[in-house]
């Protein structure tokens, strides 16, 4: 394109954008505002007040209280006796003895406050143990049941077997469903574990034989030795107060042993049928140690204890 004919188009271009800004400006009649001259404002300073000034100075510090009175001495009182009612004089007229005459204030006497009666709080009843001894149930027999035999020759070829084997079994008379039968059993043991082990042993041999573990506790006559529990077995020995009937009386005297500071529990065994709970501090880990338990509960409490192994 033509450098003339560029600068022609650019220049009509700006003709048009002035006229756009200024030709409706001038149509309107109405062009830029000029801003109004600045004006200068005197303000008039009040007149000074016609009265003068007074200077005070006011104290900081406060003023010192007055001196408070002496308060009454209350050691001086005079004693009253209290104890006989006063006397109206006769001689003097009660019109004029009121009048003339000012009544002393009467001090009452402090009546005693009565003797706090401390409660005393009854003392827990003695817990009855089975049969009073300690020893009741004391050790607790483990048995490998092996069945009730209507025929004595059965039972008898079944314990003759066992006992070829190395088991100590036995047969003994019961009565089952009103006949008479035998009982197969092996044992006693001392723990549950022994007993379990030879039920298995059983099992392995004569697999038609049904086995069972059960317990039987047996009153202990004296204390457990010290060899009662072998160095490769795991075990403790523990005190023994008694075996009870109901669990709420064994946890009676379970509580009046730890209220003792003893460490007490209660445990459950099958005495000849019967259920009996068993109250027991401990275990200690020597018998040693049980000795000295069962000292320890006998100043405290006046319980006696039985040694036995846990």
Request: charged share 20%; no cysteine; net charge positive.
């Amino acid at each position: 394109m033509d450098l003339s004919l560029k600068q022609r188009l650019l220049g009509a271009a700006v003709l048009i954008a002035l006229a756009v800004i200024f030709v409706p400006m001038f149509m309107s009649g109405s062009g830029p505002q000029k801003s109004a001259p600045m004006e200068t404002t005197t303000l008039a300073i009040p007149p000074a007040p016609d009265r003068e000034f007074q200077t005070r100075d006011l104290p900081v510090t406060p003023t010192p209280a007055s001196p408070a009175a002496p308060a009454a001495d209350d050691s001086r009182i005079t004693p009253v006796d209290t104890a006989t009612a006063p006397k109206p004089d006769d001689a003097t007229p009660a019109s004029t003895s009121a009048a003339a005459t000012t009544p002393a204030p009467t001090i009452a006497a402090a009546k005693p406050e009565p003797a706090k009666s401390e409660t005393v709080a009854p003392k827990p009843a003695p817990v009855e143990v089975a049969k009073l001894q300690p020893g009741v149930a004391a050790n607790g027999r483990y048995f490998v049941h092996l069945g009730v035999y209507s025929s004595s020759k059965n039972a008898t070829d079944l314990v003759a077997s066992l006992k070829k084997d190395g088991f100590a079994a036995y047969s003994e008379g019961v009565d089952f469903q009103g006949k008479s039968a035998e009982r197969v059993r092996v044992g006693p043991f001392a723990n549950r574990a022994a007993a379990e082990s030879a039920r298995l042993r059983i099992k392995q041999l004569k697999p038609s034989v049904p086995g069972s573990v059960v317990e039987n506790a047996a009153d202990a006559k004296a204390d457990a030795p010290a060899a009662a529990l072998a160095a490769n077995r795991a075990g403790a020995f523990a005190v023994q107060l008694g075996a009870l009937k109901t669990v709420g009386d064994a946890n009676k005297l379970r509580d009046r042993l730890r209220g003792a500071g003893f460490a007490a529990f209660v445990d459950k065994v099958n005495s000849n049928g019967t259920t009996l709970w068993r109250v027991r501090a401990g275990p200690e880990v020597d018998r040693a140690a049980a000795e000295k338990l069962r000292g320890s509960i006998k100043d405290k409490l006046k319980l006696d204890g039985m040694i036995v192994t846990q």
